[in-house]
């Protein structure tokens, strides 16, 4: 009924920038917030950085002033972008939103969903 599709991902070299994107799509009223989260091999899956529909941004430490999150609300959509990217930002990104989805009486249901995730690959 909703989901995500994530795009954008890639290798790319030591320093280099990847732009994800996160299209939600389905039947729903609203998006209440948006977010990305990353997984490495072995590692727990991590915030990497959220956004509100009011603009309002958190963004983790180990990837501040060098990520930027971003949200298109008339597109409904997300955006990630990563500039001097490093080897330890290898991870599989997945797209995260809390959204108010339309049930079958056209009642409002809030709804988590997660994206199939996207793979950021930075080799040295």
């Known amino acids: 009924q909703v989901q995500l599709a994530e795009s954008g991902g890639g290798l790319v070299q030591d320093g280099g920038s990847l732009r994800l994107s996160c299209v939600a799509s389905g039947r729903f009223f609203s998006i209440e917030s948006m977010g990305w989260y990353r997984q490495a091999p072995g590692n727990q899956r991590e915030l990497v950085a959220t956004?509100?529909?009011?603009?309002?941004?958190n963004v983790a430490d180990s990837v501040k002033g060098r990520f930027t999150i971003s949200r298109d609300n008339a597109a409904n959509t997300v955006y990630l972008q990563m500039n001097s990217l490093r080897p330890e930002d290898t991870a599989v990104y997945y797209c995260h939103a809390d959204m108010v989805a339309r049930g079958y009486y056209g009642e409002g249901i809030e709804t988590y969903v997660w994206g199939q995730g996207t793979q950021v690959t930075v080799s040295s």
């Open positions: 956004i509100v529909s009011g603009g309002d941004t």
